[in-house]
């Protein structure tokens, strides 16, 4: 699986990788060994607790570790006439100019205009040129979108 992501939120997904195998590793390992210092695991529940958190870290690792190594640079793209993921585009919806980048599911935060390749509208979009007129399918009904300008 591909992981779509920009040069910063790759470089914040390492950082976070490395972290998570040396501090956080190390801050799990030490709450088992105190757990495991106050007698039965069967029923300590600082022993279970932190077996949990253990299991969640590993979880975490093995998927940044998939992210990172499954990572598809989006590049900034300029003077493409069709949108792409990396694109940021200007459409009219009743009037109302709205701006979208498209970016990939892990760095989509709809609020601020970055919007998924893999989301409805993100797919809408896609391969779509100035001009064009995008019908998008909700759950009240269907949304018209007319591409205005791709950066």
């Known amino acids: ?41 069967s029923e300590n529940s600082e022993y ?12 975490r690792i093995y998927e940044l570790e998939q992210m990172v190594k499954n990572a598809v640079i989006i590049e900034k793209v300029e003077g493409s006439d069709t949108v792409k993921i990396g694109s940021t585009i200007e459409v009219d919806k009743d009037g109302e100019v709205k701006r979208f980048t ?11 205009g970055f919007i998924s390749n893999e989301s409805p509208l993100g797919k809408a979009f896609i391969g ?14 269907e949304v018209t979108y007319k591409i205005v300008k791709i950066e």
């Not at 279970?48 to 979880?59: D, G, K, L, S």
């Open 48 to 59: 279970i607790e932190a077996r949990e958190e253990q299991a969640q870290v590993e979880r």
């Open 102 to 112: 498209i970016v990939g599911s892990n760095e989509a935060k709809p609020e601020s």
């Open 1 to 41: 699986m591909e992981y779509y992501l920009t040069a910063e939120r790759l470089e914040e997904l390492k950082k976070e990788l490395g972290n998570s195998k040396t501090t956080s590793r190390i801050e799990v390992a030490k709450r088992l060994k105190r757990a495991k210092e106050l007698g039965d695991l």
């Open 128 to 141: 779509k040129k100035s001009g064009a007129v995008v019908r998008v399918k909700i759950p009240k009904g």
